[in-house]
């Protein structure tokens, strides 16, 4: 179903293991295939487990004053909770016979059905009677949400409940940053008894997660996250989070949401989307002081979608997230994308057939431009100036494997495991103890024509203090169709320089940036590389096509949507569509429907580019014909570098049924891309 679309955690491992034992031996790297992923943006930070290479003890009672001196509170100031969990969700098994099915997603997060805040990520852990249960001693490990530690001077206090095997057991909580770990330790259990203690913490941060793991599989309840706050007047006012639609019928649900300790009021909007993604509410700024609204008067026939915000009467926070009217789905039915309509220079309608149980979809929308003179063109200028929040010295992190559509100024860059400050990305191997290293992935591009020239990639980038003077910067370009790559680095500075690699070019390929470190000794928790910009071009003759993705829209209501177009430009268009729809454990996507050309007034209705070595390669009515003047293997691909058909091509005219879409044909040593109608 979404194979495709969303890569599993073990294609991340695979992705970029050997780094270690071969540190200069680019060329060795294995790469993933870059597919088209739709447009999730997500926030997490390093989650493996870490040891503390000088664990600090605290004494056999608890005592908190062995670990770090609480500040005494006074009357300026107050305890805010910043996150509680008791873990009632998961009711499945006992202690002592805990429940051993499966209740994390391939992305290393627990399920939203099992936690009260989304956001807990873990390695091992199973539910336990309303406790969690951690099974082992060597790789368990519980990650709370990331959290905003960043008042009374980083200073919070971890209240937790705990069981061990045994009263000599280790319970170990680590505090991390951006930064790295900056306070932890361990007690010991002292009894096989439930245990409650109150342990006090520095370091905090905007950006801070909290690591519970023992040497022995370990029982945990009650985790709550305080902090002692300012009661003077505050600037900002957080908008309410864990967000859900309960009792849902045909006319009307209940929203809910969580409290906001500082609000006295709510504002909840409800609304569902019209044409193009125009909002038409049903309830705007609708003012509760609860934490959740039964809503009726909904038409059934439309999906609605429901935000909060909080206020304190002066402050207003910024929208929750948006949440969803439905209830989940166990599948959603593949759209047939239709002809476009309202076509001129300016833009065209796309369409596409309903699919079943489909909440909304995914359009992406690809151009195909006919290289007019020979020369060197810029396919590629990326300043990364979409991100517009964070400094160097306090970074914010990307969802573990992200594509940035909305950050870039083209749709379909891809990063793991990667921050970012104002205007630069940040490549960061945090998750090097899980054979995972930070990755830079470009756009698909597609390319066809006789004589096309080489690639160059220009980069300009550095290494921060914490890298050492051998660290090296890597660039991939990956021939998309075979999945070979070629790999170029060059030593980093510590101040921006633009380092220049240079490639022959594919007819399909995508770039790979990296970094190495070998001096690294603390699995990738320091050490930042940064990039300041990326700049492509490539070699073209007059002739030549050169296609690439144009834009991502997620379209939430109707099966149509509206793509603008330059109108000062003779390029052509095609389009395809992904369904999506919420799952009991986040959403589900269909396959790709098929590929529709867009007739433009300015474009021509094929595109054939013959071969030089006697082969001739069109697409016709339901099939590409290949006529040959030799023997030959014909490879047939898709947009996504997929092989779609291959035979033995014989000395004449060769014919290959194939649905509508764009295809890139290899037969003998030509290529050429070709529409299929």
Same mark, same amino acid.
């Given at each position: ?15 970029c *293991? @050997?780094i ?9 790297r ?16 390093a ?14 009672a608890?005592? *908190?004053?062995?670990w #770090?001196?609480?500040?005494?509170q006074?009357e ?7 996150l ?6 998961m009711?499945a098994g006992e202690?002592?016979?805990p ?5 994390i997603g ?5 399920? !939203?059905?099992?936690v ?16 969690? !249960? ?13 959290l905003?530690?960043a008042?009374?001077?980083g200073?919070f206090?971890v209240?937790?409940? +705990?069981?061990?095997?045994?009263a ?5 909580i680590?505090?991390?940053?951006t930064?790295g ?23 905090g ?24 706050t300012?009661t003077?007047?505050?600037t ?14 045909g ?7 969580? $409290?906001?300790?500082?609000?006295t009021?709510?504002?909840?909007d ?8 125009? #909002?038409? &509410? ?7 002081? @609860?934490?959740?609204h ?18 304190d ?5 910024d929208?929750s ?6 209830e ?6 593949t759209p ?38 020979d020369?060197?063109? $810029?396919?590629e ?8 929040e ?8 990307n ?5 940035l559509?909305?950050?870039t100024?083209?749709?379909?860059? $891809?990063?793991?495991?990667?921050? &970012? ?8 191997? =945090?998750? #090097? ?11 698909v591009?597609?390319?066809?024509g006789?004589?096309?020239g080489s690639?160059?990639?220009k ?5 921060? @203090?914490?890298?050492?003077?051998f ?12 999945q070979t ?16 690699? *240079? ?21 990738g ?5 940064w990039i ?7 070699q073209?003759? @007059?002739?030549?096509l050169?296609?690439?993705? =144009?834009?991502?829209d997620?379209v939430?209501?109707?099966?149509? +949507?509206?793509?603008?177009t ?9 389009y395809?569509?992904?369904?999506n729809?919420?799952g ?10 098929? $590929?529709v ?20 390669i ?10 040959l ?7 047939v ?7 779609a058909a291959s ?19 290899k037969?003998?040593?030509? *290529?050429?891309k070709?529409?299929?109608?």
């Amino acid at each position: 179903m979404n194979t495709l679309f969303k890569k599993s955690f073990v294609a991340l491992t695979c992705a970029c *293991t @050997a780094i270690t034992a071969a540190a200069t031996d680019w060329n060795s790297r294995p790469v993933p295939t870059r597919n088209i992923t739709p447009n999730i943006a997500t926030t997490t930070i390093a989650r493996e487990r870490t040891a503390l290479p000088q664990a600090k003890q605290l004494d056999a009672a608890g005592n *908190t004053v062995a670990w #770090k001196t609480i500040v005494p509170q006074s009357e300026a100031r107050a305890t805010t909770t910043l996150l509680a969990e008791d873990f009632s969700l998961m009711t499945a098994g006992e202690v002592g016979n805990p429940d051993m099915t499966n209740i994390i997603g391939s992305d290393g997060y627990i399920y !939203y059905d099992y936690v009260h805040t989304y956001g807990w990520a873990a390695i091992n852990v199973f539910q336990a009677g309303g406790s969690c !249960y951690l099974a082992d001693g060597t790789t368990a490990s519980l990650n709370t949400p990331i959290l905003d530690l960043a008042d009374d001077n980083g200073n919070f206090t971890v209240n937790l409940s +705990f069981k061990a095997q045994s009263a000599s057991d280790e319970i170990y909580i680590l505090a991390a940053t951006t930064a790295g770990p900056v306070d932890g330790g361990y007690i010991t259990a002292g009894t096989t008894d439930w245990r409650s203690v109150s342990l006090s913490f520095s370091g905090g941060a905007t950006q801070t997660m909290i690591q519970f793991y023992s040497k022995s599989p370990v029982y945990f309840d009650d985790i709550y996250i305080t902090q002692q706050t300012d009661t003077s007047t505050p600037t900002t006012i957080d908008a309410p989070s864990n967000l859900s639609a309960t009792d849902i019928t045909g006319t009307s649900f209940t929203a809910n949401w969580n $409290e906001v300790t500082t609000a006295t009021n709510y504002l909840l909007d409800v609304f569902y989307y019209g044409t193009d993604n125009t #909002k038409e &509410y049903l309830l705007q700024d609708y003012e509760t002081t @609860a934490t959740s609204h039964n809503v009726d008067g909904l038409d059934a026939s439309h999906i609605y979608y429901f935000t909060v915000q909080a206020t304190d009467g002066t402050l207003v926070s910024d929208e929750s997230v948006q949440t969803i009217v439905k209830e989940p789905s166990e599948s959603v039915g593949t759209p047939t994308a239709q002809p476009a309509t309202e076509v001129t220079d300016n833009g065209f309608r796309a369409n596409w057939t309903n699919a079943e149980n489909a909440a909304w979809y995914t359009l992406y929308t690809y151009n195909y431009r006919t290289i007019a003179a020979d020369g060197n063109y $810029e396919i590629e200028n990326e300043s990364f100036d979409g991100f517009t929040e964070g400094t160097t010295d306090a970074p914010l992190y990307n969802g573990m494997d992200q594509i940035l559509n909305g950050y870039t100024v083209n749709p379909d860059w $891809e990063a793991v495991t990667t921050l &970012y400050c104002n205007g630069m990305i940040g490549l960061k191997n =945090y998750y #090097k103890i899980m054979d995972v290293y930070s990755s830079l992935y470009s756009p698909v591009y597609y390319t066809s024509g006789s004589s096309m020239g080489s690639v160059t990639v220009k980069v300009t980038a550095y290494r921060d @203090a914490d890298c050492s003077n051998f660290t090296e910067i890597g660039v991939g370009c990956i021939d998309a169709t075979t999945q070979t790559p070629t790999w170029k680095s060059a030593t980093l500075s510590t101040s921006p320089q633009e380092y220049e690699f *240079t490639f022959d070019a594919h007819e399909v390929y995508y770039l790979a940036i990296q970094f190495n470190d070998p001096n690294n000794a603390d699995y990738g928790q320091t050490g930042i590389v940064w990039i300041d910009n990326v700049t492509v071009t490539q070699q073209f003759s @007059a002739g030549d096509l050169f296609s690439r993705m =144009y834009s991502c829209d997620n379209v939430y209501s109707g099966n149509s +949507f509206y793509v603008a177009t330059p109108a000062d430009n003779n390029d052509s268009y095609s389009y395809f569509v992904i369904a999506n729809t919420n799952g009991a454990n986040g959403s589900i996507y269909s396959d790709p429907s098929n $590929e529709v050309e867009v007739q433009r007034p300015s474009s021509g209705t094929s595109i054939v580019v013959a071969g030089t070595d006697g082969a001739n390669i069109r697409g016709i009515q339901g099939a590409a014909e290949i006529t040959l003047d030799q023997d030959a293997r014909i490879d047939v691909y898709n947009t996504c570098g997929a092989l779609a058909a291959s035979i033995t091509g014989n000395k004449g005219l060769n014919s290959i049924s194939l649905p509508a879409g764009f295809y890139i044909i290899k037969a003998g040593t030509t *290529t050429a891309k070709v529409i299929v109608k």
